[in-house]
């Protein structure tokens, strides 16, 4: 039988995380069940996405790379000699489905990346492929990775000053990304998924299970990996990030506000902000109009754009706040705090015990052993 190659290529803020741990910390039970997630390529924390692959295709095209990949992985290595890796584990598998998960993927979406697509098609031709693709309304993208940019440690420009614009174009534009996948891998081998709450009820995990004709899914409870810190610390934790002198501090700031976050969302009658406007994020939809509705056409068989209309909510202004003041505050309960005194050794455990914990209690009831 020939086998079936699920290949996951995002996009970037869609819950890609969620669907790599579930994946590789279930590997020995989706093999019983017939499904295989290769360990060649893998890359990041425990192993958990095929990032090797695409990103050294990014360096052989020329295109940007992320820097936690240049400072982790040769950047002289050859993208095919793995691939030919990747195709003999896949070969001496006996199963018949196999996923590959990396949104590192999409970067090869451009006039540059097409040649390495095309070579990529031509090794894995003797395979159905189905290419899975998640996408974001394009506000709630461009806030959700602002956010994660500061979550990093990064001090980007002040996203409620400039309206999101620095972030537009590229790969938001997804109908021309996808165009080229689509062209290389057939539009019929393109599955096409809306992130967010209407479209996937139970959850990114569960939608990605089903979508491999996975069973048990129900007894599966999403869990978010990669959480966001909470939208009304961002701009503090912003200036915070530029206060930070090394590492070390940085880290501090990263741990302090997600414990912040963590308390915040045990409060369910919280109050939820967004960083831009109505009128910002109306603006931003509206230079992406074109494209939506080209994506309605081509992967929807809608005449009609393919989001839900923005609600009303509540914007959190930072212009009106003192900004600055807020900063100084927090920065000495911050030097006060557990995190910046012991941030060297907490580092690993205030980021990811607490949502592996969770995931493992979630994922133990997934598959049966």
Same mark, same amino acid.
């Given at each position: 039988?020939?086998?079936?190659?699920?290949?996951?290529?995002?996009?970037?803020?869609?819950?890609?995380?969620?669907? $790599?741990?579930? %994946? @590789?910390?279930?590997? /020995?039970? !989706?093999? =019983?069940?017939?499904?295989?997630?290769?360990?060649?390529? &893998? #890359?990041?924390?425990?192993?958990?996405?095929?990032?090797?692959?695409?990103?050294?295709?990014?360096?052989?095209?020329?295109?940007?790379?992320?820097?936690?990949?240049?400072?982790?992985?040769?950047?002289?290595?050859?993208?095919?000699?793995?691939?030919?890796?990747?195709?003999?584990?896949?070969?001496?598998?006996?199963?018949?489905?196999?996923?590959?998960?990396?949104?590192?993927?999409?970067?090869?979406?451009?006039?540059?990346? $097409?040649?390495? %697509? @095309?070579?990529?098609? /031509?090794? !894995?031709? =003797?395979?159905?492929?189905?290419?899975?693709?998640?996408? &974001? #309304?394009?506000?709630?993208?461009?806030?959700?990775?602002?956010?994660?940019?500061?979550?990093?440690?990064?001090?980007?420009?002040?996203?409620?000053?400039?309206?999101?614009?620095?972030?537009?174009?590229?790969?938001?534009?997804?109908?021309?990304?996808?165009?080229?996948?689509?062209?290389?891998?057939?539009?019929?081998?393109?599955?096409?998924?809306?992130?967010?709450?209407?479209?996937?009820?139970?959850?990114?995990?569960?939608?990605?299970?089903?979508?491999?004709?996975?069973?048990?899914?129900?007894?599966?409870?999403?869990?978010?990996?990669?959480?966001?810190?909470?939208?009304?610390?961002?701009?503090?934790?912003?200036?915070?990030?530029?206060?930070?002198?090394?590492?070390?501090?940085?880290?501090?700031?990263?741990?302090?506000?997600?414990?912040?976050?963590?308390?915040?969302?045990?409060?369910?009658?919280?109050?939820?902000?967004?960083?831009?406007?109505?009128?910002?994020?109306?603006?931003?939809?509206?230079?992406?109009?074109?494209?939506?509705?080209?994506?309605?056409?081509?992967?929807?068989?809608?005449?009609?754009?393919?989001?839900?209309?923005?609600?009303?909510?509540?914007?959190?202004?930072?212009?009106?706040?003192?900004?600055?003041?807020?900063?100084?505050?927090?920065?000495?309960?911050?030097?006060?705090?557990?995190?910046?005194?012991?941030?060297?050794?907490?580092?690993?455990?205030?980021?990811?015990?607490?949502?592996?914990?969770?995931?493992?209690?979630?994922?133990?009831?997934?598959?049966?052993?």
């Amino acid at each position: 039988m020939q086998k079936t190659i699920y290949l996951h290529i995002g996009y970037f803020k869609t819950g890609s995380t969620s669907i $790599q741990f579930l %994946l @590789s910390q279930n590997y /020995k039970r !989706l093999l =019983k069940k017939g499904v295989l997630y290769p360990k060649t390529g &893998r #890359r990041g924390y425990k192993g958990q996405h095929h990032s090797a692959i695409p990103l050294l295709m990014c360096v052989k095209a020329g295109l940007h790379c992320p820097p936690w990949f240049k400072n982790s992985f040769s950047l002289k290595a050859d993208p095919e000699v793995l691939i030919k890796k990747l195709v003999s584990e896949i070969d001496s598998f006996a199963g018949d489905t196999v996923v590959l998960s990396s949104e590192e993927f999409v970067r090869l979406g451009v006039a540059e990346g $097409q040649a390495h %697509l @095309s070579r990529l098609r /031509k090794y !894995l031709d =003797k395979y159905e492929i189905k290419i899975v693709c998640y996408i &974001r #309304r394009q506000d709630d993208y461009i806030e959700s990775m602002y956010n994660e940019i500061v979550k990093c440690g990064g001090v980007p420009v002040n996203i409620s000053e400039n309206g999101g614009k620095p972030f537009l174009g590229g790969f938001h534009d997804y109908h021309k990304c996808l165009s080229i996948w689509s062209e290389i891998f057939g539009k019929n081998n393109i599955i096409m998924r809306i992130f967010d709450k209407e479209s996937l009820p139970h959850g990114v995990s569960v939608d990605f299970a089903d979508i491999l004709q996975i069973d048990d899914i129900e007894t599966l409870k999403e869990i978010r990996m990669n959480p966001r810190i909470d939208n009304k610390y961002v701009e503090v934790m912003r200036l915070c990030n530029q206060k930070a002198r090394n590492k070390r501090e940085l880290e501090a700031v990263r741990d302090f506000f997600s414990n912040l976050t963590h308390q915040e969302q045990e409060n369910i009658s919280r109050q939820k902000y967004r960083l831009l406007s109505l009128d910002q994020r109306k603006q931003i939809l509206e230079y992406y109009k074109k494209c939506n509705r080209c994506m309605g056409k081509t992967f929807f068989q809608s005449k009609e754009g393919i989001f839900n209309d923005i609600a009303e909510s509540t914007h959190l202004d930072i212009n009106n706040r003192d900004a600055e003041n807020e900063m100084m505050q927090y920065w000495e309960s911050i030097k006060d705090s557990k995190y910046y005194n012991n941030a060297p050794f907490l580092k690993s455990f205030n980021s990811f015990v607490y949502v592996y914990s969770l995931y493992k209690k979630a994922v133990s009831h997934f598959f049966s052993t």
